[in-house]
């Protein structure tokens, strides 16, 4: 059973940073896209970066220059660097991984706040 769990989120002024955390378990790590979505109040959830299983990276406009997946194999892990945040990243994020269909398995979201 695929289990994501991620962590630090919080409160952030404007132009801070903050580096998201998605620890997985449950299956061969490696072989799998993992991708970071976020879901606004009243808005649809939306892929925020995404990283494949060799390394290549895509990004939302709204954060290209600003966010960095990264993914760590030996810690079955998969991060999201923020820098240069606005009140508009504000959100609850999501740690996804692809199955090889779709984007099948989810965390339970860390909220990401930014605020003076």
């Known amino acids: 059973q695929v289990q994501l769990v991620e962590s630090g989120g919080g409160l952030v002024q404007p132009g801070g940073s903050l580096r998201l955390s998605c620890a997985a378990s449950g299956s061969i790590f490696s072989f799998n896209a993992m991708g970071w979505y976020r879901q606004a109040p009243g808005k649809q959830r939306e892929l925020v970066a995404a990283?494949?299983?060799?390394?290549?990276?895509n990004y939302a406009d709204s954060v290209k220059g600003r966010f960095t997946i990264s993914r760590d194999n030996a810690k079955n892990t998969v991060y999201l660097q923020m820098n240069s945040l606005k009140p508009e990243d504000t959100a609850v994020y999501y740690c996804a991984q692809h199955s090889g269909v779709g984007y099948d398995y989810w965390g339970q979201g860390t909220q990401v706040t930014v605020s003076s």
């Open positions: 990283v494949t299983s060799g390394g290549s990276t």
